[in-house]
T-cell receptor, first 111, second 114 residues
């Protein structure tokens, strides 16, 4: 079993839809949670960073962490075609370099 | 304009050849990393460097080598000992290794073995 599981998709939605992307994990020691967006043939860019449980909002993006269920989510409101990308979750036990990445979910937003 | 640059963008290698991938950053970050990305898999850490003149093996270091002679540069050599080198290679950096979870990535190099 992988430490971090992520549905590969693709997830196809119409423009304007609310998108929910999720990761589950097995290591209860994870405390730092990140979401990266990766466009095709590009490097990942850090989108959201969350410590411990709770919600964090940034514009159209909301990151949610439920440590009791070992489940994290990224919500995208009013999705746009420019949101079409692969979304990678990542997490770590402390704030050090040792990140564990999910395999990514490919999102397609149809105009 | 701060960031991380990687070159070349695409690289083709014949079997038995060593190749070197370049990574440069002007963010004044102490820590740098090399990852490999394969389809359907998460990023896997090859090597990391916490500071100049120091580097450590990551999870899949076999067949790779690195150097860190300058703070801004962290080249990766893919040797002929790497059995399956075709992949997308990503370089990243962070302020330091203690705050290493906020990593910034370069645009990547796609290596193909012919």
């Amino acid at each position: 079993q992988k430490e971090v599981e992520q549905d590969p998709g693709p997830l196809s939605v119409p423009e304007g839809a609310i998108v929910s992307l999720n990761c589950t994990y097995s290591n209860s020691a994870f405390q730092y949670f990140m979401w990266y967006r990766q466009y095709s043939r590009k490097g990942p860019e850090l989108l959201m960073y969350t410590y411990s449980s709770g919600n964090k909002e940034d514009g159209r993006f909301t990151a949610q962490v439920d440590k009791s269920s070992k489940y994290i989510s990224l919500f995208i409101r009013d999705s746009q075609p420019s949101d079409s990308a692969t979304y990678l979750c990542a997490m770590s036990q402390d704030s050090s370099y040792k990140l564990i990445f999910g395999s990514g979910t490919r999102l397609l937003v149809r105009p | 304009d701060g960031g991380i640059t990687q070159s070349p963008k695409y690289l083709f290698r014949k079997e038995g050849q060593n190749v070197t991938l370049s990574c440069e950053q002007n963010l004044n970050h102490d820590a740098m990393y090399w990852y490999r990305q394969d389809p359907g898999q998460g990023l896997r850490l090859i090597y990391y460097s916490q500071i100049v003149n120091d580097f450590q093996k990551g999870d899949i270091a076999e067949g790779y080598s690195v150097s860190r002679e300058k703070k801004e540069s962290f080249p990766l050599t893919v040797t002929s000992a790497q059995k399956n080198p075709t992949a997308f290679y990503l370089c990243a950096s962070s302020i330091d290794w203690i705050l290493g979870d906020e990593q910034f990535f370069g645009p990547g190099t796609r290596l193909t073995v012919l």
